[in-house]
RNA sequence: GCCGGUGUGGCGAAAUGGCAGACGCACAGGACUUAAAAUCCUGGGACUAUAAAAAGUCGUGUGGGUUCGAGUCCCACCACCGGCACCA
C-alpha cells in the first residue's frame, strides 16, 4: 500500500475544511433565547438573526453520542464508527432544516488515571487534561460537526458542583408509594411513635433516596474499593477482572428499587432494540408470586418467630411442599436450630460464609446443606416437613427462605434425590408423555386439595385467594434489581456533600451541606494510594476532612456512573451558572415538541417524540449506564426539573468491530488498529466511509485495511469527475519540487475539468441522479448508512462515462455525498460553485435535495417469465402493457415454448409491471 | 439451562413473498506504459456440456411445510455470537 500514489489532496483539504468550519461556528446550536450572530449559515438558512426565541427556531434533534472515558490508549477504531453515523445523521438533519444539537464531552472520571497516580504521584488531573487533548485532536481530526462550544467534562469544577446538586436532591427526596413518586423529605409524615429528634432524623434517613447502609458488599481488595452489582461480573470485578468478596461495610446506596415497576414499565415507551430492552427487564427480574408463612413445629425449640415466610412464584405446588431450606444467613436459623444439629449448622455456615462469589459460582452444580432438626408444618395440610439451609437459597432475594417443591422446581429435585428426601407429584404435565419428575412448566394440579383438577394459572389464583382469605399468605411481587451502591474508595471521584456529626447520644448521624457550600472539591494529595483496611485516599486529608466546624467530611467519592447519569442534560445548557438546566432550554430541546411548532416538517422523523432523539452507543452500558441514567433522570422528572419520564427516546448500539484476523481487537493479539495511521495514509473522508460502508452499524464486522483503500479509490473517482487530469498532474509535481508548501496556492493550481459545464442535464443523467436520491435518503431515514454508500458508487460509476457533466448534477450529487464526506464534497461544492449560475450558498446548510419521482418512471420494463417458478426468459415491453398483454407475450416467448408445449397450463400469473409467472402441470 | 441475535460466493455484504449475489474487496484478462504503479475497460456462485457460444442442473446452515412462486412466512433441528445464570 505504502508508495502508491495518493487519490486526491485530502492531506490538504481536511485540515482545510475543518479549520473554516471551526472559524464559522459553523455547526453551534442555537437555544431559545440566544443570539444568532449576522452571517452564521444557520441564521442565513433560517432567515433569523439576533436575539430567537423557541418558538421561531426550526425543529429541534437532538443527537447523541456516549461520550468517551478519555484513557491514555487514545480513540480505537470502535469509537468513530458510532460518532461517524451520528455526525452523518447530524449533517443529514441539518440540511433538512433542523435545529441539531449535537454535543462532545468526556466521562473522565475513573480509575486509570488514579492509578497512574498512585504509581507516579502524577495528580489524576494532569493525567486526565493531557488524555482529554488526545481524544480530541483525534476526533477533530476526523470532521465530526459537534458544537464545541457545550463540551464537558465530569471531572471540571462546574460540571461536578451540578453532579453533587443532583446528588443532594436524592438525598433530600423519598419515594412516596402513595403518589407513586419522589418528593421532598419534608412531606414525610412520622408515625406516632417518633418523637424524638433522633428518632425522626432516623426515620428520615430510613426513607431517603440516598441512604446509608451497613449491608454486606462488593469488595473488591485488589482495586481497594467496593463495586456495585452491575459492576461484578462472575465473581470478578468488570474493570481488571479481579475476585470480588463479599464483607459488610457502611456504604451510601441509592433506592433504584423504588424506580423498579416504572423502569420495567417504560420500556414500552421507547424505540430501544429488543435485546437490549430483554437486557433490561432481566436486570430488573420482575416475578410475580407469594409470600406464604410457615407455622414452626413444636419440637422443644424455643423460637421468638413462630413462623418463616418463604416467597414462591408457584403458590399452586404449594401441596407438594415437602421440606423448607433457609439461606446459612437467615436470621431465624440460630434460634430453631436443635441441639443435636447446631454444631453441623455452625459448620456449614462457615464453610458457605468461606465462599466467594466466585466460588459460590463455580460451585453451583453441586447442592450442599444441612437439617436445622427443626420442622415447620405446610399451612395447606399441616403436614410436619423438615427444615434445612443450603447455600442455593440467597439471603438477599424474596425472604432468604423458599418452600421446596422438589417434584416441580430443578435446584429442589437435585437436591431432593442428594439427600433422599420425598418427592410428590402435584401438577400432571399437559402432554402425558412427559415425565411429571422435574416438570416445572404449567399443567394441572394434582395431589392437591381444593385446587385438584385446575389448570396452573387459576390454581395459582385460587390458593392466593384461599392465603389471604386465611391470612396466611398474599399476593407479592419481587425484584432482582437491587439497591445501587452508590460510594467508592478512591480519590478520583466526586466528593460527598455530606458531613457528619455525633449527637448528644454519641451516635454519629449524616447532614447534607447546603447548596451554598458547592462545590465541594477533593483535597490536594501526596499519596492516592487507597489503603487495604477500605478507608479512603481522602480520609487522609486531616485539614480538608475537618474544615466543617463541628463534623467530619464524608470521605467516599461517587463512582463513575455518577457523572455520566445526567450528562445529556448539562449540554443543553453548559455554561450556565445558575442551575443545572435552564427550565426553557430544557424544555426545548428534551420536552414534548407537539404544539411548539405550527406544523412538522414533512420528514419521517416524529418531532414529537421527546428526549434525546437518538443516542448511539455500545452495547456494554446496558445494565450499568443506560439503567442508572433512566432512575436519575425519572426522579429529575418526578421533583419536575426535566419535562419527560424518560431521556433517551430512540438508542441504537453499533457493532463491535473486529481485528483483521475475525478477532476481538486487542493489544495481546496485536490486531488494534489505529486510526491515526488510517487516517495519514487515505485520509478522514476514507475512514468515514468505509466505517460506514462496512456492513448494517449494529453489527459486529471485521475491519479490512483493504476495504478502506476501496472507499478511498471511490473518492479518487468522484474528485476526478471534477478536477482535470493535467492541472492535478501539475499540483503533483509542484508538491513535490516546489520550495513554496503553501498548500492554499498548490491548492489553486488544481482546476475544473472541462466537461462539467452549465448545461441542462439529458433524461437518463436526471434519472441517475434521481434514483440516487431517493436511495440516499431513504438509506438516512432507516439508518442504512452502506446501502446508501452503495447507492453512490452507482451513481459515479455512470457518470464517469458521461461526456458532459451537468453543473447542477453534480452539486446536487455533492450534497448527497455531504453528510458521508464533508471535506472532499465541501471542496468541490466550493471550485464548483466559480461555474454556477446562481451561488450555492453554505454546503452543510443547503436544503437537502428532493427527488422527483417522474424522473423514476420507466418507458420500458424488463418482465421476468417464469414456468413453475423457474426464470425462463425476461421479455421487453412497454410500461403502459396491460396484464393480457403481458401474458400473451410470456405465452409466446420462444424460450419458454419448450417448457410449456404439450404441458397443461394451469394457471398464469401476472404481476402488473413485475412477473409473469406459468404454473403447468 | 433461560433470554436475545445471526447463518447468503474466496471475503465484507445486497435483495416491500416476485430475475439471489447490487455495491465493494481480493482475483483473472485486456488497454495505456520501455517496465511497473496508478488509471480505464472486461469477466466472474457451483456443476454439466461445448472448440466457443447457446443451453441445462443445482444453489441462501439442516429437514419438513404453506404458496403459482420462499433467502424472505410457518414448524422442528443444528452451529456461532451476545447477555443472564441456584432470583424460588
Given at each position: 500500500m505504502a508508495g502508491s500514489r495518493r487519490q486526491y489532496p485530502f492531506h490538504l483539504i481536511e485540515p482545510k475544511w475543518q479549520h473554516t468550519w471551526d472559524e464559522q461556528q459553523a455547526f453551534r446550536a442555537f437555544n431559545p433565547g440566544e443570539s444568532v450572530p449576522a452571517g452564521h449559515p444557520f441564521g442565513v438558512r433560517h432567515q433569523l438573526s439576533g436575539p430567537v426565541a423557541a418558538t421561531q427556531l426550526p425543529p429541534k434533534f437532538y443527537i447523541l453520542d456516549m461520550f468517551p472515558?478519555?484513557?491514555?490508549a487514545g480513540l480505537h477504531v470502535g469509537h468513530p464508527e458510532g460518532y461517524t453515523a451520528t455526525d452523518i445523521l447530524t449533517r443529514y438533519r441539518r440540511a433538512c432544516g433542523f435545529n441539531v444539537l449535537h454535543p462532545m464531552g468526556w466521562d473522565s472520571f475513573g480509575l486509570p488515571a488514579e492509578q497512574y497516580a498512585v504509581k507516579t504521584g502524577q495528580h489524576p488531573r494532569k493525567t486526565t487534561e493531557a488524555n482529554i487533548a488526545n481524544f480530541k485532536r483525534q476526533i477533530k481530526s476526523l470532521g465530526f460537526s459537534y458544537d464545541w462550544s457545550r463540551e464537558l467534562a465530569t471531572t471540571d469544577v462546574e460540571y461536578f458542583k451540578w453532579t453533587q446538586w443532583i446528588f443532594l436532591k436524592l438525598y433530600n427526596s423519598w419515594f412516596n408509594p402513595e403518589t407513586n413518586k419522589a418528593e421532598p423529605i419534608e412531606t414525610l409524615s412520622f408515625p406516632a411513635d417518633c418523637t424524638t429528634e433522633a428518632q425522626r432524623r432516623s426515620y428520615r434517613d430510613s426513607k431517603r433516596l440516598a441512604f446509608v447502609s451497613e449491608a454486606p458488599v462488593n469488595w473488591c481488595p485488589e482495586l481497594g474499593t467496593v463495586l456495585a452489582n452491575e459492576e461484578v461480573i462472575d465473581g470478578k470485578s468488570e474493570v481488571g477482572g479481579f475476585p470480588v468478596i463479599r464483607k459488610p461495610m457502611r456504604q451510601w446506596m441509592l433506592r433504584i428499587t423504588a424506580y423498579a415497576e416504572k423502569l420495567l414499565a417504560d420500556l414500552d415507551t421507547i424505540d430501544w432494540s429488543d435485546s437490549l430492552k430483554e437486557m433490561q427487564r432481566n436486570w430488573i427480574g420482575r416475578s410475580e408470586g407469594a409470600e406464604v408463612d410457615f407455622q414452626i413445629a413444636e419440637c422443644g425449640v424455643r423460637s421468638a418467630e413462630s413462623k418463616i415466610r418463604v416467597f414462591t412464584t408457584r403458590p399452586d405446588t404449594l401441596f407438594g411442599a415437602t421440606y423448607m431450606v433457609l439461606s446459612p444467613e437467615h436470621k431465624l436459623v440460630p434460634q430453631i436450630t436443635t441441639a443435636a444439629q447446631k454444631q453441623a449448622v455452625e459448620d456449614y455456615k462457615a464453610y458457605a460464609a468461606g465462599k466467594s462469589d466466585l466460588e459460590r459460582t463455580e460451585l453451583a452444580k453441586e447442592k450442599t446443606g444441612v437439617f436445622t432438626g427443626a420442622y415447620a408444618l405446610n399451612p395447606v395440610n399441616g403436614e410436619k416437613i423438615p427444615i434445612w439451609i443450603a447455600d442455593y437459597v440467597l439471603a438477599s432475594y424474596g425472604t432468604g427462605a423458599i418452600m421446596a417443591v422438589p417434584a416441580h422446581d430443578t435446584r429442589d429435585f437435585e437436591f431432593a434425590k442428594k439427600f433422599n428426601l420425598p418427592i410428590l407429584q402435584v401438577v400432571q404435565p399437559p402432554d402425558a408423555k412427559t415425565d411429571w419428575q422435574g416438570f416445572t412448566d404449567d399443567g394441572t394440579a394434582v395431589n392437591s386439595g381444593f385446587i385438584t383438577g385446575l389448570p396452573t394459572p387459576e390454581a395459582k389464583a385460587k390458593i392466593t385467594a384461599w392465603l389471604e382469605e386465611k391470612g396466611l399468605g398474599k399476593k407479592t411481587i419481587n425484584f432482582k434489581l437491587r439497591d445501587w451502591l452508590f460510594s467508592r474508595q478512591r480519590y478520583w471521584g466526586e466528593p460527598f456533600p455530606i458531613v457528619w456529626k455525633k449527637g448528644p447520644d454519641g451516635q454519629s448521624y449524616h447532614e447534607a451541606l447546603p447548596e451554598s457550600a458547592l462545590p465541594v472539591l477533593p483535597p490536594t494529595l501526596e499519596d492516592y494510594k487507597p489503603t487495604s483496611s477500605g478507608e479512603p485516599p481522602l480520609a487522609r486529608a486531616k485539614e480538608w476532612l475537618n474544615a466543617v466546624p463541628g463534623a467530619q467530611r464524608e470521605t467516599n467519592t461517587m463512582p463513575q456512573w455518577a457523572g455520566s447519569c445526567w450528562y445529556y442534560l448539562r449540554y443543553?445548557?453548559?455554561?450556565?451558572?445558575?442551575?443545572?438546566?435552564?427550565k426553557d432550554v430544557e424544555q426545548y430541546w428534551?420536552?414534548?415538541?407537539?404544539?411548539?411548532?405550527p406544523e412538522k416538517p414533512a420528514l419521517s422523523a416524529d418531532t414529537t417524540k421527546p428526549g434525546v432523539d437518538l443516542y448511539v452507543g455500545g452495547t456494554e452500558h446496558a445494565v450499568l449506564h443506560l439503567l442508572y441514567a433512566r432512575f436519575w433522570h425519572k426522579v429529575l422528572f418526578d421533583l419536575g426539573y426535566v419535562s419527560t419520564p424518560e431521556p433517551f427516546f430512540k438508542l441504537v448500539n453499533q457493532g463491535l468491530i473486529l481485528g483483521e484476523d475475525g478477532q476481538k481487537m486487542s493489544k495481546s493479539r496485536g490486531n488494534v488498529v489505529n486510526p491515526d495511521d488510517i487516517l495519514k495514509e487515505f485520509g478522514a473522508d476514507a475512514f468515514r466511509l468505509y466505517e460506514m460502508f462496512m456492513g448494517p452499524l449494529q453489527e459486529t464486522k471485521p475491519w479490512s485495511t483493504q476495504g478502506v483503500a476501496g472507499v478511498y479509490k471511490f473518492l479518487g473517482r468522484v474528485w476526478r469527475l471534477f478536477v482535470d487530469e493535467q492541472s492535478e498532474t501539475e499540483f503533483e509535481q509542484a508538491e513535490t519540487t516546489a520550495a513554496a508548501q503553501d498548500g492554499a496556492a498548490l491548492l489553486k493550481l488544481i482546476k475544473l475539468d472541462?466537461?462539467?459545464?452549465d448545461v441542462a442535464p439529458t433524461p437518463a443523467q436526471l434519472k441517475t441522479l434521481h434514483t440516487c436520491i431517493k436511495k440516499v435518503t431513504e438509506d438516512l431515514d432507516a439508518m442504512r448508512f452502506n446501502t446508501g454508500i452503495s447507492a453512490m458508487m452507482v451513481f459515479v460509476n455512470d457518470a464517469i462515462g458521461w461526456e458532459t457533466r451537468p453543473v447542477a448534477v453534480m452539486q446536487t450529487f455533492l450534497q448527497l455525498l455531504a453528510p458521508f464526506a464533508p471535506h472532499v464534497a465541501e471542496e468541490l461544492w466550493d471550485r464548483v460553485a466559480a461555474i454556477c449560475p446562481q451561488p450555492p450558498g453554505n454546503l452543510p446548510y443547503a436544503p437537502w435535495p428532493k427527488f422527483d419521482p417522474a424522473l423514476l418512471v420507466e418507458d420500458t420494463l424488463e418482465i421476468p417469465v417464469q414456468v413453475n417458478g423457474k426464470l425462463r426468459d425476461v421479455i421487453k415491453v412497454s410500461a403502459t402493457a396491460d396484464n393480457a398483454t403481458l401474458q400473451a407475450l410470456a405465452l409466446a416467448s420462444e424460450k419458454v415454448q419448450p417448457f410449456i408445449v404439450g404441458k397443461n397450463i394451469k394457471k398464469v400469473i401476472v404481476v402488473p409491471k413485475k412477473l409473469v409467472n406459468i404454473a403447468v402441470g
Open positions: 472515558y478519555p484513557s491514555g443543553l445548557d453548559a455554561k450556565n451558572t445558575a442551575g443545572f438546566v435552564g428534551m420536552g414534548v415538541a407537539s404544539g411548539l411548532w472541462a466537461r462539467l459545464k
